[in-house]
């Protein structure tokens, strides 16, 4: 995601957002630095150990057969289940061990720049909170549930781990061009979001998908669904839905061919040439695209979420 001819950026320091580049507007929390770290992570009671213990159960449930061969390896290699929510000093003693990677505890959704700060130098930002019983199927802010459990075994991968620290990286360029929105797109469809097609078939990577079983299932079963190859151009060309189950997923042949169309490539000519707002729906199907198979939409044509549509 660099260009060799110029000179690289200082990754250790936070990198400069120049006024016109668009940010969402986040308030830090007062008790919180520059650098968006929670001095420590929450200390959770039994009632959040619970919840974290029965998400954990009704995952295992659900994930053979569907998760991707890497991410149950990565489960096997930590101690995820072990009874709690995982303390992030040991969690990051394991994972640093494996690829030099650690789990820093974070408040709350942080700005793009600061995510990205941290991805570049192989710090896993994680929300500290976990949700309630209440919100026990779904939230939209990332809880330590959907970052740690959702994320962290995909991390124990070389490959994968490299991508995301060349993720990170890339935001300093796109924050040059003002593509922030075009980057977040590639790291919703792939790290989210992402199928990979392995011997047996089709398997979820994403950390959205794994970190619940509604999503686990739909996303590598339902007839509703679009799954197309990614081609990061067409990827970083494509609107995104943040509430709902996805109308398009985009797959992978294997992590390599993932670092390969990404981090092997100059974005830098592609962020010229794209437009500021996205060009197509997140349902759109192309004559261009390698189409797994076309969805019906069925789900998304009877509502969505909050209506009665059934995710199939
Ligand atoms: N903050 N805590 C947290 N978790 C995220 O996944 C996250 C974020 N801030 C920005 C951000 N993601 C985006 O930049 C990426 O989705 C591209
Ligand atoms: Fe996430």
């Given at each position: ?221 339902a007839k509703s669904p679009n ?66 198979n076309v969805g019906s939409q069925e789900y998304l044509l009877r ?9 199939v």
């Amino acid at each position: 995601m660099n260009a060799v001819t110029d000179i690289e950026p200082d990754f250790s320091r936070i990198p400069v957002v120049e006024d016109e580049v668009f940010t969402a507007p986040l308030k830090r929390p007062s008790h919180i630095g520059e650098d968006w770290l929670e001095p420590k992570q929450t200390e959770y009671d039994s009632e959040d150990d619970k919840i974290w213990d029965d998400l954990f159960a009704r995952q295992m449930e659900v994930l053979p057969g569907r998760a991707a061969s890497a991410f149950m390896e990565g489960l096997d290699r930590l101690d995820l289940g072990t009874g709690g929510v995982p303390d992030f000093h040991e969690l990051s003693e394991d994972l640093g061990k494996l690829t030099g990677w650690s789990v820093v505890p974070v408040p709350m959704l942080i700005p793009d720049h600061i995510f990205f700060w941290h991805l570049a130098n192989r710090r896993f930002p994680a929300g500290n909170f976990i949700r309630t019983r209440e919100t026990f199927d779904y939230i939209q802010e990332p809880d330590v549930f959907h970052d740690v459990f959702g994320h962290v075994p995909m991390l124990t991968n070389p490959v994968f781990a490299d991508y995301m620290q060349e993720y990170g990286r890339a935001g300093w360029r796109a924050l040059k061009h003002n593509r922030l929105k075009a980057l977040g797109a590639l790291y919703w469809y792939t790290v989210e979001f992402g199928l990979i097609m392995e011997e047996q078939g089709l398997r979820a990577y994403g950390a959205g998908i794994l970190s619940g079983p509604t999503e686990t299932v739909f996303s590598v079963e339902a007839k509703s669904p679009n799954r197309i190859m990614l081609d990061v151009d067409r990827v970083m060309r494509t609107d995104y839905v943040i509430s709902d189950l996805q109308p398009t997923y985009f797959v992978i042949e294997s992590f390599e061919d993932l670092y390969r169309r990404t981090v092997k490539r100059d974005f830098e000519p592609l962020y010229e040439s794209l437009p500021v707002g996205f060009t197509y729906a997140n349902a759109a199907v192309l004559d261009s695209d390698s189409v797994v198979n076309v969805g019906s939409q069925e789900y998304l044509l009877r509502g969505g979420r909050g209506s009665d549509a059934r995710p199939v």
